[in-house]
């Protein structure tokens, strides 16, 4: 045999041997997946029904103030954020139409006041001389027709004198509440409107705030009065406690969503018109076995989670599912207390899968 023939041998016997191995595929490890467990133990777990809202006055808290008639602002002596006690001037508007209204009203009263004096003394005089037989009985008749109708005049002009200063005291608002002036939109010698749009001053009652929420309508049934409320703002720490004052007898039934409202258990910092979001307590399991909902495996219409068995091997467990909130998930079925359940590493991880549990 030549060289050549001894290189093209070996040649050939090192490309047998290569390709004899096993590919990358096929090579499996043995080696245990790290997963992080929690140890099934029961608690206290609470249904939680979610939804969005906004802080607001109660009924009879927020109070808009704008313009009897079309006028001209005088006074304006309360600025936003001002607090205001009951009686303190808010408003004085100049309505010249209604002053020279009351003054002519008064003016009737003082004519028909003369009137009925006059009628009165009339009366008077007619029956001295029907008595005497100098007079005619018709006169003294008429006279007192006069006097009757004379004062119903009276009556007439004092009514509406006393309409006319009605309507003129509405040029001077007082506060009807202790609150804060949460809107000032003039200033005095602004002309105004008497529409709803031109809003001159918006009061409310601090102490009477509300969060008006938008519960879902599927969501509605879990919803009792009377039930605590965590009440949250977005990007804030903490929450406020609050419980459910009234929930909708009627929906829409194209809406999506129901006003709840919501008190507060102790007086709020909050300002009115802040976008919250409100946890309602809707149901109570105090001693539940709860997952965190990370854990949970969903296959079509099956759930699943995986527990770490006493052989250091993953075990997929099939489960039903209780009351859940953003965080947790009642187990109702398929694992017992004492279990281990794989809360992290658990992607992937098949059933069977050797597994180490890290601290």
Do not use: Y
Not at 100 to 105: E, F, G, Y
Not at 292 to 297: F, G
């Amino acid at each position: 045999m030549t060289i050549r023939d001894w290189r093209f041998t070996i040649g050939a016997l090192i490309l047998a041997a290569g390709c004899s191995k096993p590919t990358v595929e096929e090579v499996q490890t043995t080696a245990a997946a790290p997963v992080k467990t929690i140890t099934l133990a029961p608690a206290m777990l609470e249904g939680i029904v979610a939804a969005s809202g906004v802080v607001a006055a109660a009924p009879g808290a927020d109070w808009v103030i704008t313009a009897p008639e079309p006028a001209r602002i005088v006074e304006l002596p309360k600025a936003e954020g001002d607090h205001v006690k009951p009686g303190d001037l808010l408003v004085r508007f100049e309505i010249p139409a209604r002053t020279t209204d009351v003054a002519a009203r008064r003016a009737e009263v003082a004519q028909a006041r003369a009137r009925v004096e006059n009628a009165q003394a009339a009366v008077k005089r007619l029956t001295t001389l029907v008595e005497h037989g100098v007079a005619a009985q018709k006169g003294m008749e008429d006279a007192r027709l006069d006097l009757a109708q004379s004062q119903a005049a009276l009556v007439q002009a004092e009514a509406n004198t006393q309409a006319a200063a009605t309507l003129a005291a509405r040029s001077v608002v007082h506060a009807r509440f202790a609150g804060v002036v949460a809107k000032r939109a003039h200033n005095p010698g602004d002309m105004v409107e008497a529409t709803t749009a031109d809003v001159i001053l918006r009061v409310v009652d601090p102490s009477k705030l509300q969060v008006l929420a938008q519960v879902p309508i599927p969501e509605l049934p879990r919803v009792q009065v009377g039930k605590p409320v965590r009440v949250l703002v977005p990007g804030a720490a903490g929450a406020e406690a609050g419980r459910v004052l009234t929930r909708p007898a009627s929906v829409d039934p194209s809406g999506v969503a129901a006003d709840v409202r919501i008190s507060f258990n102790a007086v709020t910092r909050l300002a009115v018109g802040t976008p919250v979001r409100v946890e309602i307590v809707a149901e109570q399991r105090p001693n539940a076995l709860a997952v965190p909902v990370d854990a949970i495996i969903h296959e079509e219409d099956n759930t699943f989670v995986m527990v770490a068995g006493a052989d250091n091997k993953a075990q997929k467990r099939k489960v039903t599912i209780g009351i859940a909130t953003p965080k947790m998930a009642e187990i109702t079925g398929g694992l017992k207390a004492g279990e281990a359940v794989i809360v992290q590493g658990l992607q992937g991880l098949p059933d069977g899968a050797a597994i180490t549990q890290e601290k």
